[in-house]
């Protein structure tokens, strides 16, 4: 079993749709979880980040981590087609060395 | 400082041929990490520098694999005796010593390796 699960998707969705992207995470240790955004052949960028269990939310982006299920979430409001893209979730830990452990990436598609 | 660089962004080669990567990382950063993703996947961690320190390796990191960090400034990672499952995209990362304690990485673009 991976230590970080992600639905690979890909996901296609319409203009100004409420996105909602997901990832499982099995090493109760992570503290730091963080998601990225990856276009094609680019490398990834960060885009949101957050310290244990609560909400973040910048902009049309919100971000939610839910420790005691091992569960986190992006959401992306009115969405556009500048957002597609892969967005990966990312985490790490204090005790797992200095590695940020990424999850498999799901592709999502904003249709105009 | 524009960020993270990477050469060459594409290698193409041959299999049994030896191939080097260059990252040169945000001029601030003391640490220094290398991944690769292939399609369809995240990135999976190889290896982390702190300075020149090389302080941890992976798993996949085979002994064909060897990377540096002479000086704590740009770092190389070399392939040798290449084989086909090394096509992968090598990426670069760094970050500074508040960041990598988060795990908040920044990436550059990216060395392309395609093993024929």
């Known amino acids: 079993q991976k230590e970080v699960e992600q639905d690979p998707g890909p996901l296609s969705v319409p203009e100004g749709a409420i996105v909602s992207l997901n990832c499982t995470y099995s090493?109760?240790?992570?503290?730091?979880f963080m998601w990225y955004r990856q276009y094609s052949r680019k490398g990834p960028e960060l885009l949101m980040y957050?310290?244990?269990?609560g909400n973040k939310e910048d902009g049309r982006f919100t971000a939610q981590v839910d420790k005691s299920s091992k569960y986190i979430s992006l959401f992306i409001r009115d969405s556009q087609p500048s957002d597609s893209a892969t967005y990966l979730c990312a985490m790490s830990s204090h005790t797992g060395g200095f590695k940020t452990i990424f999850g498999a990436g799901t592709r999502l598609f904003v249709k105009a | 400082d524009t960020g993270v660089s990477q050469n060459p962004r594409h290698k193409i080669t041959k299999r049994g041929q030896n191939v080097t990567f260059r990252c040169d990382p945000i001029?601030?950063?003391?640490?220094l990490y290398w991944y690769r993703q292939t399609l369809g996947q995240g990135p999976e961690f190889l290896t982390y520098f702190q300075n020149e320190a090389q302080l941890e390796k992976s798993r996949l990191l085979s002994d064909r694999f060897s990377a540096e960090r002479p000086k704590g400034s740009f770092s190389t990672l070399e392939i040798q005796r290449t084989e086909q499952g090394d096509s992968a995209m090598y990426l670069c990362a760094s970050s500074s010593r508040t960041s990598a304690d988060t795990g908040e990485l920044f990436f550059g673009e990216g060395s392309r390796l395609t093993v024929l």
């Open positions: 957050t310290y244990s269990s």
């Open positions: 001029s601030e950063h003391n640490r």
């Open positions: 090493n109760s240790a992570f503290q730091y």
